[in-house]
């Protein structure tokens, strides 16, 4: 077995590197091997986009199949490149395709994947001790993985992305596919219009059960249109039926990252927590002092959302006035 | 063709409230003062299957992986239309790895068919909301030899295919599976339905068909969970009631949100 490198597993769209390999490349630097990109439906810049990451090697997998995203079938590419190159370990980001591809490669080759690490090291050894997240990011587990190959994804956002310039030798990786496989591609996209969205908007109001009825966000999306956010909304908002699950902020929705975060008679229960702890800055806005949303943020209002906003708007529209 | 044949996997979870604690041995999720629930996407896997069952007048079973208490949650989904269970019973404990979960559920579903014929479609929830490991669906299609797409957030089964809606940033993208076939549902594809006081008076009577969980231990292993470390809050009062609204927009243009 050449345990002399690591082979990452590249997202794009289109042609355009995903943040999340970026992150895969940094992390995977730690492991102290040389790294290996494996790109399908690679074009020359997303092998430069690897080669400023510090991917030495940059593989192009090459097959019909493989020209738009078909998660098995990309999965099971990478299984047969890691059969020809026998690396130490396979590395993707923890993404919605990073982690379905790694999956396969692990189904494929029926070896043990750990999704959603925190991080990785150079100690290596026949086992690995790593930690990954449970619950979102509310708990975490420290795990042993052992395996001949170690197939591990990086959760997103935990390791910041550190540009590192290599010279690549560029490679093409014919796999054999069998023709089921086709069913597997995706057959089409519908884009939506653009705009701000719950992960691209700095300013995000958010509100909960406390908000009471669909009719009682009304001061929520005044305040957010002024400020040129958007509105959120908590589980138990999307649960009434109040407001559409796009909105849904939390563990089994959107994850937002806003400069402020507007919490408003929102409790603060670990699924919401979890999509919202990224925020900048979190003002909670509540009746109750005790509320979880309050004594984690940074930021409160004691007070009724339902009197507190309006005044908010006033206020900015008075000083715009002014 | 003959009725449409769908099962739906979930998995038994603790409710956390606001903060989760762990055992003193570092284990497990502390539950002992929290009730138990079905994963998030799990729910809406659930809805889905009825839906389907009920549209294309087809039959829904309900299969978990765990421990005897999670009869419970076999029960809730048949209490909103599931109309068979089974219990993959997990008795030495609940630290099951990804591998040896996938191996027992794909042994299990394929007793189950041989018995009673086979599945047109296998729903899963996207990932549990407690280990959220990503690939318990997927190995068990694999096993299974079927096609398999995750994140399901629309699901339309035609005569032979499934068409799939899948939420990516931009918008959605589209999947076309050939039948039978497996698929990871998230929430938000539906609005599952509560249960009524006679879909539980029904659920009571629903045998729950238990088969033993096989399956070798995988090479991912638990050695403990543990509390990420929290920065210390401390949070600031900006005022009490409509009065703050000041202090809130001089700290908005603080923050640099505020163009006026």
């Known amino acids: ?322 | 063709m003959s009725s449409l044949r769908i099962a739906v996997c979930v998995k038994r979870v603790p409710a956390p409230g606001s903060r989760i604690n762990v055992t003193a041995d570092e284990q497990s999720v502390d539950a002992a003062n929290l009730g138990f629930t079905t994963s998030p996407h799990e729910e809406c896997a659930v809805e889905a299957a009825v839906q389907l069952a009920e549209a294309h007048g087809g039959s829904a079973t309900v299969i978990t992986l765990g421990p005897p208490e999670a009869e419970e949650q076999l029960r809730y989904a048949a209490s909103v239309g599931i109309g068979s269970a089974v219990l993959v019973s997990a008795a030495d404990g609940l630290n099951w790895d990804p591998q040896r979960t996938a191996a027992a559920l794909a042994a299990a579903i394929e007793s189950v068919e041989a018995r009673d014929g086979s599945f047109d479609v296998i729903l899963f929830g996207n990932e549990s909301a407690d280990a959220g490991g990503f690939q318990v669906g997927i190995r068990v299609a694999r096993a299974l030899g079927r096609p398999v797409v995750n994140g399901a957030k629309g699901i339309d089964v035609g005569d032979a295919s499934v068409t799939i809606r899948r939420a990516i940033d931009a918008g959605f993208e589209v999947y076309e599976l050939p039948r039978p076939c497996v698929i990871g549902v998230k929430e938000g594809i539906n609005l599952p339905r509560y249960p009524t006081m006679k879909g539980r008076l029904a659920s009571k009577k629903v045998a729950v068909d238990v088969i033993e969980g096989l399956g070798e231990p995988g090479g991912q292993a638990r050695v403990r969970l543990h509390r990420p470390a929290e920065k210390a809050s401390s949070t600031i009062v900006l005022g009490h009631g409509p009065e703050a609204a000041s202090a809130v927009v001089d700290l908005l243009a603080e923050l640099g949100v505020l163009a006026l």
């Open chain 1, 1 to 322: 077995m050449s345990a002399n490198e690591v082979i990452v597993i590249i997202e794009h769209d289109r042609g355009t590197i995903a943040s999340g390999s970026l992150e895969a490349l940094t992390a995977a630097r730690a492991l102290g091997v040389d790294v290996v990109a494996a790109v399908c439906g690679g074009t020359d810049s997303l092998a430069a986009a690897c080669a400023g990451c510090g991917a030495s090697v940059v593989v192009d997998l090459v097959h019909p199949l493989l020209a738009d995203y078909n998660p098995q079938a990309w999965g099971e590419a990478v299984a047969q490149l890691v059969t020809e190159r026998a690396p130490a370990a396979v590395v993707a980001c923890g993404t919605e395709r990073g982690n379905e591809t790694l999956a396969h490669a692990a189904a494929s080759l029926d070896l043990p994947m750990v999704a959603n690490v925190l991080r990785l090291d150079g100690s290596g050894g026949a086992s690995w001790a790593l930690t990954r997240v449970q619950w979102g990011g509310s708990l975490l587990e420290d795990v042993t993985l052992n395996a001949p190959v170690k197939l591990v994804s990086i959760s997103h956002h935990a390791v910041e992305m550190q540009p590192l310039a290599v010279a690549e030798q560029r490679v093409t990786f014919v796999p054999v596919l069998e023709d089921a496989l086709a069913s597997g591609i995706v057959r089409d996209r519908v884009v939506r219009e653009s705009g701000v969205t719950l992960t691209t908007a700095p300013v995000v109001v958010g509100g909960g059960r406390g908000v009471g009825s669909p009719e009682g966000f009304a001061p929520l999306e005044e305040l957010a249109s002024l400020l040129g956010g958007v509105v959120g909304c908590s589980r138990a908002v999307t649960n009434n039926g109040w407001r559409n699950h796009t909105d849904q902020v939390g563990q089994t929705g959107t994850r937002i990252a806003p400069d402020i975060y507007f919490a408003c008679g929102i409790s603060g229960a670990i699924q919401h927590w979890v999509g919202a702890m990224a925020s900048k800055k979190i003002l909670a806005i509540n009746t109750d002092k005790d509320a979880n949303m309050v004594t984690r943020a940074d930021y409160a209002v004691i007070g009724d959302l339902h009197q507190v906003i309006p005044a908010i708007s006033e206020e900015i529209r008075r000083r715009r006035n002014a």
